[in-house]
């Protein structure tokens, strides 16, 4: 997995483990989309499960203690590349310990090294511009290494 200018919240591993984890708590809620089928737009109903993600800062942390998560930089954003059996697999651990102790939904989430908002903010001007899979900014990135 590589986490590029954002935090663990925004690293869908997470919710591939929330999904295979098993806690008190956990349960499907309906959602709705539009899809196309058959050349028609419409609107349909599913169930999914029902994740917040408002623990997935706190599984990363947890994480980054006891595992090897490279990190570095790309211009201003942080990046961190880990593997992802070992991440999904942990955080499946992590879920169905810390859930079933604290209660689904109650943590008391530690604050990241550095806020996931900073980490978003960073990312916003590389992504920016291009087409067609051309990135100005990182070929500014480049240019200078």
Request: charged share 25%; hydrophobic share 35%; aromatic share 6%.
């Amino acid at each position: 997995v590589l986490l590029m200018g954002v935090g663990y919240d925004k690293n869908t591993s997470l919710h591939l483990a929330d999904a295979r984890a098993q806690y008190p708590g956990k349960r499907l809620v309906t959602e709705h989309s539009a899809v196309k089928a058959g050349g028609e737009r419409r609107w349909v109903a599913y169930d999914t499960l029902e994740v917040t993600g408002e623990d997935f800062e706190a599984i990363g942390a947890a994480f980054e203690r006891g595992h090897d998560v490279r990190r570095t930089t790309c211009g201003s954003a942080g990046l961190r590349l880990m593997r992802q059996r070992e991440l999904v697999d942990f955080a499946v651990t992590w879920i169905e310990e810390n859930r079933r102790q604290h209660g689904h939904f109650r943590l008391q989430i530690p604050a990241p090294a550095q806020p996931a908002g900073q980490l978003r903010a960073q990312a916003r001007p590389i992504l920016r511009g291009g087409r067609h899979g051309h990135h100005p900014q990182l070929s500014r990135l480049h240019a200078r290494a």
